[in-house]
Protein backbone atom coordinates (compact mmCIF):
# COMPACT_ATOMS: atom_id res chain seq x y z
CA UNK A 1 0.00 0.00 0.00
CA UNK A 2 1.01 3.48 -0.66
CA UNK A 3 1.58 5.85 1.87
CA UNK A 4 -1.41 7.80 2.59
CA UNK A 5 0.65 11.14 2.13
CA UNK A 6 1.11 10.21 -1.19
CA UNK A 7 -2.53 10.22 -2.08
CA UNK A 8 -3.62 13.51 -3.60
CA UNK A 9 -7.65 14.47 -3.33
CA UNK A 10 -7.25 14.97 -7.04
CA UNK A 11 -6.56 11.86 -7.14
CA UNK A 12 -9.35 9.56 -5.27
CA UNK A 13 -11.60 12.33 -7.51
CA UNK A 14 -10.20 11.36 -10.97
CA UNK A 15 -10.11 7.78 -9.79
CA UNK A 16 -14.03 8.08 -8.74
CA UNK A 17 -15.00 10.11 -11.86
CA UNK A 18 -13.75 6.85 -14.07
CA UNK A 19 -14.76 4.30 -11.66
CA UNK A 20 -18.21 6.14 -12.34
CA UNK A 21 -18.00 6.08 -15.53
CA UNK A 22 -16.96 3.01 -16.35
CA UNK A 23 -19.31 0.54 -13.78
CA UNK A 24 -21.97 2.80 -12.23
CA UNK A 25 -22.24 5.08 -9.10
CA UNK A 26 -22.86 1.59 -7.05
CA UNK A 27 -19.39 0.92 -7.50
CA UNK A 28 -18.15 4.12 -5.56
CA UNK A 29 -16.92 2.49 -2.26
CA UNK A 30 -14.21 3.60 -0.57
CA UNK A 31 -12.90 -0.11 -0.66
CA UNK A 32 -13.06 -0.06 -4.57
CA UNK A 33 -11.45 3.09 -4.31
CA UNK A 34 -8.79 1.92 -2.57
CA UNK A 35 -7.98 -1.18 -4.43
CA UNK A 36 -7.97 1.11 -7.41
CA UNK A 37 -5.40 3.45 -6.02
CA UNK A 38 -3.45 0.73 -3.88
CA UNK A 39 -4.30 2.38 -0.17
CA UNK A 40 -6.11 1.17 2.31
CA UNK A 41 -10.13 3.11 2.38
CA UNK A 42 -8.58 4.89 5.43
CA UNK A 43 -6.24 6.93 3.23
CA UNK A 44 -9.56 7.75 1.48
CA UNK A 45 -11.31 8.75 4.63
CA UNK A 46 -8.53 11.15 5.59
CA UNK A 47 -9.56 13.16 2.22
CA UNK A 48 -13.71 12.32 2.07
CA UNK A 49 -15.03 11.45 5.82
CA UNK A 50 -18.33 10.11 4.11
CA UNK A 51 -19.25 8.83 0.51
CA UNK A 52 -21.56 12.13 0.96
CA UNK A 53 -18.70 14.01 0.86
CA UNK A 54 -17.08 12.37 -2.52
CA UNK A 55 -20.10 12.22 -4.38
CA UNK A 56 -20.83 15.86 -3.33
CA UNK A 57 -17.40 16.87 -4.59
CA UNK A 58 -18.03 15.13 -8.06
CA UNK A 59 -21.34 16.07 -8.53
CA UNK A 60 -21.08 19.52 -7.94
CA UNK A 61 -18.13 20.29 -10.62
CA UNK A 62 -19.85 18.20 -13.11
CA UNK A 63 -22.96 20.53 -13.11
CA UNK A 64 -21.08 23.50 -13.67
CA UNK A 65 -19.36 21.29 -16.51
CA UNK A 66 -23.07 20.99 -17.75
CA UNK A 67 -24.25 24.36 -17.78
CA UNK A 68 -20.90 25.13 -19.69
CA UNK A 69 -21.66 23.14 -22.16
CA UNK A 70 -25.30 24.29 -22.63
CA UNK A 71 -23.98 28.22 -22.47
CA UNK A 72 -20.77 27.62 -25.49
CA UNK A 73 -23.36 25.81 -27.43
CA UNK A 74 -26.30 29.20 -27.01
CA UNK A 75 -23.63 31.87 -27.80
CA UNK A 76 -24.90 34.32 -30.91
CA UNK A 77 -27.64 32.11 -31.09
CA UNK A 78 -31.14 35.05 -31.64
CA UNK A 79 -34.08 32.90 -32.66
CA UNK A 80 -36.34 30.91 -29.63
CA UNK A 81 -36.73 28.20 -31.62
CA UNK A 82 -32.46 27.50 -32.53
CA UNK A 83 -31.82 28.17 -29.01
CA UNK A 84 -34.13 25.43 -27.40
CA UNK A 85 -32.65 23.10 -30.16
CA UNK A 86 -29.31 24.00 -29.30
CA UNK A 87 -30.26 23.46 -25.34
CA UNK A 88 -31.52 20.07 -25.70
CA UNK A 89 -28.58 19.16 -27.70
CA UNK A 90 -25.70 20.47 -26.15
CA UNK A 91 -27.11 18.90 -22.61
CA UNK A 92 -28.04 15.54 -23.85
CA UNK A 93 -24.73 15.06 -25.88
CA UNK A 94 -23.02 16.07 -22.73
CA UNK A 95 -24.56 13.28 -20.53
CA UNK A 96 -24.37 11.06 -23.23
CA UNK A 97 -20.95 10.83 -22.98
CA UNK A 98 -20.68 10.24 -19.41
CA UNK A 99 -24.25 8.32 -18.70
CA UNK A 100 -22.43 7.24 -14.98
CA UNK A 101 -21.87 10.81 -14.44
CA UNK A 102 -25.73 11.41 -15.34
CA UNK A 103 -26.51 8.77 -12.88
CA UNK A 104 -24.89 10.19 -10.12
CA UNK A 105 -26.02 13.58 -10.53
CA UNK A 106 -29.76 13.03 -11.55
CA UNK A 107 -30.56 9.19 -10.74
CA UNK A 108 -28.49 8.24 -7.18
CA UNK A 109 -29.79 10.40 -4.87
CA UNK A 110 -33.48 9.51 -5.35
CA UNK A 111 -31.99 5.75 -3.75
CA UNK A 112 -28.73 6.85 -1.84
CA UNK A 113 -30.46 9.54 0.58
CA UNK A 114 -27.10 9.68 2.25
CA UNK A 115 -25.74 11.78 -0.57
CA UNK A 116 -27.55 14.74 -0.16
CA UNK A 117 -28.23 14.41 3.51
CA UNK A 118 -26.54 17.66 3.99
CA UNK A 119 -28.31 19.73 0.73
CA UNK A 120 -29.76 22.58 2.81
CA UNK A 121 -26.32 23.93 4.12
CA UNK A 122 -25.36 26.77 1.39
CA UNK A 123 -21.74 25.43 0.70
CA UNK A 124 -24.13 22.59 -0.93
CA UNK A 125 -27.39 23.79 -2.50
CA UNK A 126 -25.44 27.42 -3.39
CA UNK A 127 -23.40 26.38 -6.46
CA UNK A 128 -25.70 23.90 -7.53
CA UNK A 129 -28.33 26.51 -7.59
CA UNK A 130 -25.51 29.07 -9.24
CA UNK A 131 -25.31 26.41 -12.29
CA UNK A 132 -28.44 25.67 -12.35
CA UNK A 133 -29.06 29.17 -12.95
CA UNK A 134 -26.20 30.22 -15.29
CA UNK A 135 -27.70 27.60 -17.39
CA UNK A 136 -31.23 28.72 -17.18
CA UNK A 137 -30.46 32.02 -18.02
CA UNK A 138 -28.63 31.54 -20.98
CA UNK A 139 -31.74 30.36 -22.11
CA UNK A 140 -34.15 33.02 -21.21
CA UNK A 141 -32.10 35.86 -22.23
CA UNK A 142 -32.69 34.20 -25.48
CA UNK A 143 -35.72 33.62 -25.07
CA UNK A 144 -37.00 37.15 -23.63
CA UNK A 145 -35.38 38.94 -26.85
CA UNK A 146 -36.39 36.62 -29.34
CA UNK A 147 -39.17 37.46 -32.27
CA UNK A 148 -40.77 34.10 -32.17
CA UNK A 149 -41.15 33.50 -28.67
CA UNK A 150 -44.96 34.52 -27.74
CA UNK A 151 -44.43 35.39 -24.49
CA UNK A 152 -41.66 36.86 -22.76
CA UNK A 153 -42.72 36.19 -19.33
CA UNK A 154 -42.48 32.41 -19.27
CA UNK A 155 -38.58 32.46 -20.72
CA UNK A 156 -37.62 30.71 -17.24
CA UNK A 157 -39.91 28.66 -16.85
CA UNK A 158 -39.84 27.32 -20.11
CA UNK A 159 -36.12 26.86 -19.71
CA UNK A 160 -36.87 25.14 -16.90
CA UNK A 161 -39.37 22.89 -18.79
CA UNK A 162 -36.47 22.51 -21.76
CA UNK A 163 -33.84 21.36 -19.27
CA UNK A 164 -36.57 19.05 -17.71
CA UNK A 165 -37.79 17.35 -20.79
CA UNK A 166 -33.91 16.54 -21.58
CA UNK A 167 -33.38 14.96 -18.33
CA UNK A 168 -36.58 12.66 -18.93
CA UNK A 169 -35.37 11.77 -21.94
CA UNK A 170 -31.79 10.90 -20.67
CA UNK A 171 -33.39 8.87 -17.51
CA UNK A 172 -34.92 6.92 -20.01
CA UNK A 173 -32.01 6.02 -22.27
CA UNK A 174 -29.84 5.53 -18.98
CA UNK A 175 -32.15 3.12 -17.52
CA UNK A 176 -32.57 1.06 -20.98
CA UNK A 177 -28.74 0.82 -21.11
CA UNK A 178 -28.53 -0.34 -17.02
CA UNK A 179 -30.84 -3.10 -17.75
CA UNK A 180 -29.53 -4.42 -20.66
CA UNK A 181 -32.95 -3.67 -22.67
CA UNK A 182 -32.39 -0.92 -25.68
CA UNK A 183 -35.06 1.07 -26.47
CA UNK A 184 -37.16 0.68 -29.52
CA UNK A 185 -35.70 4.19 -30.93
CA UNK A 186 -31.97 5.08 -31.35
CA UNK A 187 -30.82 8.19 -29.23
CA UNK A 188 -30.36 10.22 -32.03
CA UNK A 189 -34.21 9.47 -33.65
CA UNK A 190 -35.57 10.36 -29.85
CA UNK A 191 -33.73 13.30 -29.60
CA UNK A 192 -34.39 15.01 -33.08
CA UNK A 193 -38.44 14.18 -32.16
CA UNK A 194 -38.01 15.50 -28.87
CA UNK A 195 -36.44 18.72 -30.49
CA UNK A 196 -38.97 18.54 -32.66
CA UNK A 197 -42.26 18.58 -30.60
CA UNK A 198 -40.06 21.45 -27.91
CA UNK A 199 -40.07 23.81 -31.15
CA UNK A 200 -43.59 23.39 -32.47
CA UNK A 201 -41.86 21.69 -35.91
CA UNK A 202 -43.91 17.88 -34.90
CA UNK A 203 -47.28 20.06 -35.68
CA UNK A 204 -49.19 20.86 -38.64
CA UNK A 205 -50.41 24.44 -38.62
CA UNK A 206 -54.00 25.02 -37.95
Not at 66 to 95: M, N, P, Q, T
Not at 143 to 154: G, K, M
Request: aromatic share 6%; no cysteine; net charge positive.
Amino acid sequence: MAPRSRISREAILDTAARLISETGAASMTFQTLGDRLGVSKQAIIYWFPSKADLARELVIPALELEADAVIAALRRVKSARRAIELFLRALIAFHLNDLGRFRLIYVVAQFDTEIWKVADLPHVTDPIHAATSRMYASLEGILRQASDFADPAAARITAAAVHTSAVGLLSMISLAEAIHDPLAHSSTGLVAALVRMATGQAFRPR
